[in-house]
């Protein structure tokens, strides 16, 4: 399996303690970080195998970061790539727009010819809408520090495993 590209800002907490969790189960050598606060379209498409750490900003918006890499991204063809997401939000407090960030994301790469993998189920939260929902399953991981701590590491371990079949598939 080539290299996979794990995108998230440096500068947050939570993101990037969940992402170094990701690169640890994934191992170093399969795996290299980039900082999505400085990320550039030839960064972004050195890879076929991403992984995107994208939190709920804004009650229901993308991170100013990756907004600032929309338009850039809206240019990129991205088909024969595959793109995994994980998002953190809060599911009690912002119950409306629980993990929005995650599927506004995955239909930007989509309508750029991305395959986005790494479903979750959604029926572990409770929450009134999201952008993220695909029938009874969220189009990526959400992880809800606020809420759940103690859950993070089991999920993302599961995840990993399950990331790491769907990038080896054909
Ligand atoms: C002002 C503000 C707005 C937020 N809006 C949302 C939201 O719309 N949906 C959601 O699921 N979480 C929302 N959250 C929760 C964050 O996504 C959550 O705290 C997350 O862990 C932040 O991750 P980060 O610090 O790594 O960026 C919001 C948090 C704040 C402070």
């Not at 809206?74 to 595959?82: C, N, Q, R």
């Not at 993990?99 to 010819?113: C, F, P, W």
């Not at 990526?140 to 993302?156: H, M, R, T, V, W």
């Amino acid at each position: 399996m080539s290299k996979i590209g794990l995108f998230y800002s440096f500068n947050t907490n939570k993101t990037a303690q969940a992402a170094r969790k990701i690169g640890e189960e994934l191992g170093a050598d399969h795996v290299e970080h980039v900082n999505a606060e400085t990320l550039t379209a030839k960064e972004f498409l050195a890879f076929d195998n991403m992984i995107l750490g994208v939190p709920t900003w804004f009650d229901g918006e993308l991170p100013n970061y990756w907004d600032e890499f929309v338009p850039a991204l809206e240019e990129l063809d991205l088909k024969g790539k595959k793109a995994a997401i994980f998002g953190n939000g809060n599911h009690k407090g912002y119950t409306e727009n629980f993990i929005d960030g995650v599927g506004i994301m995955a239909d930007l790469l989509e309508s750029r010819g991305a395959k986005i993998i790494g479903f979750t189920s959604a029926k572990e939260f409770t929450f009134e809408s999201s952008k993220a929902q695909r029938g009874e399953q969220f189009c990526g991981l959400a992880l809800d520090f606020e809420n759940q701590a103690s859950q993070i590491n089991g999920k993302i371990k599961k995840w990993v495993e399950q990331v790491r079949q769907e990038f080896s598939e054909k």
